[in-house]
């Protein structure tokens, strides 16, 4: 299955499968199929979210698939492993400090900012401009947090 | 590698903000290269481990937001948050109960204070080299040595007690055994065995030995231990500021410190008492460079007469203590008795070499004698910085009861 989107890289992970890169011109009506029901709501909020400005980017990773929007496609590897990373790193700290299972993640980079989420099986990272209240993104989020 | 005044500086920063905030539960500082600097009292090397190698792991991937400024992770009780500061990795473990502003600010502002106070003072934290290992390629020919530019210390002037300090040279100044560890450090293979001490308020410098404090609680402290001759003659006193320098053995003559100040010389091991008399802050062996008048004479033959003692032996000041005892009174005694730790000390420097005698002078007139010695017997006498003379060789000396003297061993 594949979603589309204007211009954007869209990224679709099938479990064992390889990474697929597809890049569309014009606008297309998405079709969801068989998807879990938290990561298509999961998608609907961060897509909202997606259209603010200070936002320039997400990767919202499920069970089995992945969606990569991105404003800088020649990153997606970085931007990807760093979240790949910041989610094991979260699951190292919070067994050597023994701390609750981690809620969010804040990376308040040089140049960017990363807000990561674990939503059991869904992850969320959300890239966005330095200097961006993530508190206005989790609020976003709120009613999949629940 | 960072000094040890260094990483104890942090650590007691880092247990005092754990007291300001006891929300806190952990706190640590690592180097981006991974180097742990220091960490609380309650945090185990391999937690602070485990935590650095994930933090350094996550930093490395950082480049897509431009590098890492701080990571929060958040958890439903506490949170975990790093701070970048320089190359400084702050990491802080701490209740949600906590006040995120009082953490921030003690975190943002104190360790990056501390660290850079201890930057100042000591600079090879700053400039560490990173560990190369030289292949032929990029070994490169090192020219011979020169004497570094040195930056002076700032320090306080604490005052050197003679009387109850014993083994106390009063032209040796006590420092920091950080400082000279760091200058090791610095300098490497460059030889220092004196230093220049400079009073900014009046222009005075001196060079003379230095020794490490003989007491710890003056340690880490920005104090320099001088004596009140030292002090007289810097024209300064207790708690005036005094930059210390380095001197190298190429640069022994010093002559950046010769061309606009006063300076005067101590030789390191023989006792300018002996030479100027009662007020030793006035007639030091001083020299201006805007006078061609020389107040004494040269080096050389200032110290005229006390070569034989240039065995690099060192001299102790004691006070004169009557020899009682039965072989004081009864008999005519021709030794004198020495503290055993001043024996010992003897011993440790010269090894096999065999000390027999001493030289005992009288610090007014510059008499001397030389004479066998035994350790004082008197438990009451030992380690209070006296040595027990009979009646017949105070008389040949010319001192008394409570007057000073200068001990030192006859080097066979």
Partial sequence: MVKKRDINETITVEEGAVIEIQEVQGVLNPTVENEDPDYANLLSAIQEIRKRAEVVGYILKGESKATVDLNDSAKIIEFAMLSSQTFEAAKTIASTFRISDTENILIEGKNLNMLCLNLGPNNISIFMEKGTDHRGILRALAPQLE | ?412
């Avoid at chain 2, 061309?259 to 201006?288: M, R, Y």
């Fill in chain 2, 1 to 412: 590698m960072s000094t040890e005044a260094c990483t104890l500086a942090l650590k007691n920063t880092l247990t005092e903000i754990r007291n300001v905030c006891p929300e806190i539960s952990h706190v640590f500082v690592f180097r981006e290269n991974g180097e742990i600097l220091a960490e609380d009292e309650n945090t185990s090397e391999v937690t602070v481990k485990n935590a650095q190698e994930t933090l350094c792991a996550l930093s490395e991937r950082a480049t897509a937001v431009g590098g890492i400024e701080s990571v929060t992770f958040r958890g439903s009780e506490s949170k975990v948050n790093l701070i970048q500061v320089d190359d400084l990795f702050v990491t802080t473990v701490f209740s949600n109960k906590a006040d995120e502003k009082t953490v921030s600010n003690l975190t943002r502002v104190m360790i990056p204070t501390t660290f850079k106070v201890m930057q100042k003072i000591y600079p090879s934290i700053k400039n560490q080299p990173h560990e190369e290992t030289l292949t032929p390629e990029n070994r490169i020919d090192v020219p011979e040595p020169i004497a570094p530019e040195v930056q002076a210390r700032e320090f306080k002037v604490e005052d050197l007690t003679l009387l109850g300090g014993f083994m106390i040279d009063p032209e040796t100044a006590y420092i920091d055994r950080a400082l000279i560890v760091e200058w090791a450090e610095m300098y490497g293979e460059m030889p220092i065995k004196q230093i220049i001490l400079e009073a900014p308020s009046t222009g005075k410098t001196i060079q003379c030995k230095f020794r490490p404090f003989r007491e710890a609680k003056y340690e880490n402290k920005g104090i320099v231990q001088i004596s009140a001759k030292i002090q007289t003659a810097l024209r300064i006193r207790k708690n005036s500021t005094l930059l210390i320098k380095p001197v190298f053995e190429i640069q022994e003559d010093v002559g950046v410190f010769h061309a606009e100040k006063t300076e005067i010389s101590f030789e390191s091991t023989v006792p300018s008492d002996l030479i100027e008399g009662n007020d030793p802050g006035v007639n030091l062996a001083e020299k201006t460079e805007n006078s061609d008048e020389s107040i004494a004479p040269s080096e050389t033959e200032l110290f005229k007469g006390f070569e034989k003692y240039n065995q690099n032996a060192p001299v102790t000041q004691v006070i004169v203590e009557n020899l009682g005892g039965l072989v004081g009174r009864l008999g005519n005694p021709d030794f004198v008795r020495v503290d055993f730790v001043v024996i010992a000390r003897w011993n440790e420097i010269f090894g096999e070499k065999e000390i027999k005698e001493a030289i005992v002078e009288e610090t007014t007139f510059g008499k001397e004698i030389r004479c066998k010695f035994q350790a004082i017997k008197d438990s009451e006498l030992e380690g209070k910085g006296v040595i027990q003379i009979p009646e017949k060789l105070q008389q040949m000396l010319g001192t008394k009861k409570g007057a000073l003297v200068l001990v030192k061993p006859v080097v066979e």
